[in-house]
């Protein structure tokens, strides 16, 4: 069992920046990839980004590249999200997840494992 909560969301105007938290707790293994994903009312969920606990390495889908900045902190089990230059077409609901893959990085919601209930990023014009 492993228990993800995010934390960090709330409401920006367009142009500023979040972070976004995920705290683990319970079964935690740094084989684990953690990943981010996003779902806008009335839209599927969608990848954002991933990492890998060992090695750092990462994958962005192409409209947050540039954008956001997936982290980890392995002493603190948790993962962070930094959002720049939010547009509100961001808006959505985030979530973080754990998977057992390492290579390639999933980006498909089916392949992971773990899920935390999600934090609500609001984007103002």
């Known amino acids: 069992q492993v228990q993800l909560v995010e934390s960090g969301g709330g409401l920006v105007q367009a142009g500023g920046s979040l972070r976004l938290s995920c705290a683990a707790s319970?079964?935690?293994?740094?084989?684990?990839?953690m990943g981010w994903f996003r779902q806008a009312p009335g839209k599927e969920r969608e990848f954002v980004t991933a990492i890998s606990w060992i090695g750092s390495n990462t994958y962005y889908a192409d409209s947050v590249k540039g954008r956001f900045t997936i982290s980890r902190d392995n002493a603190k089990n948790t993962v962070y999200l930094q959002m720049n230059s939010l547009k509100p077409e961001d808006t959505a609901v985030y979530y973080c997840?754990?998977?057992?893959?390492?290579?390639?990085?999933?980006?498909?919601?089916?392949?992971?494992?773990?899920w935390g209930q999600g934090t609500q990023v609001t984007v103002s014009s």
């Open positions: 997840a754990a998977s057992g893959k390492s290579y390639p990085l999933p980006e498909r919601s089916y392949e992971y494992d773990y």
């Open positions: 319970g079964r935690t293994f740094s084989s684990y990839v």
